[in-house]
């Protein structure tokens, strides 16, 4: 059975950072891929970064791209979403989501989501 678990939301003042974690069972790196998602109040949801399989590409989405990275830990089968200068406008419900490859519009498996909240 698929299990992601993410944590680490919080609240944070703009300029600050924080670093979530989706820790990952029932499948290994070299079959799926891991997905950040997040879903603003009265916004759509939008595919914030993705790493594929066996680590080969990481996507980032143009809103997070040279603020956000995605390091990994595969021993313990968990990748982290690494957020700097954060900005009100990354206020949002972050989910980990995973499946055979990176799709823009939406993964196989989701986790509950964890609030990030940036104040201004």
């Known amino acids: 059975e698929v299990q992601l678990v993410a944590s680490g939301g919080g609240f944070v003042q703009a300029g600050g950072s924080l670093i979530l974690s989706c820790s990952a069972s029932?499948?290994?790196?070299?079959?799926?891929?891991i997905g950040w998602f997040r879903q603003a109040p009265g916004k759509e949801r939008e595919g914030v970064s993705c790493?594929?399989?066996?680590?080969?590409?990481?996507y980032y989405a143009d809103s997070v791209k040279g603020r956000f990275t995605m390091p990994s830990d595969n021993a313990k089968n968990t990748v982290y979403l690494q957020m700097n200068s954060l900005k009100p406008e990354d206020t949002a419900v972050y989910y980990c989501?995973?499946?055979?490859?990176?799709?823009?519009?939406?993964?196989?498996?989701w986790g509950k989501g964890t609030l990030v909240t940036v104040s201004s």
């Open positions: 790493i594929s399989t066996s680590d080969v590409m990481i």
């Open positions: 029932g499948f290994t790196r070299d079959d799926y891929a």
């Open positions: 989501t995973a499946g055979p490859r990176c799709v823009r519009g939406g993964m196989d498996y």
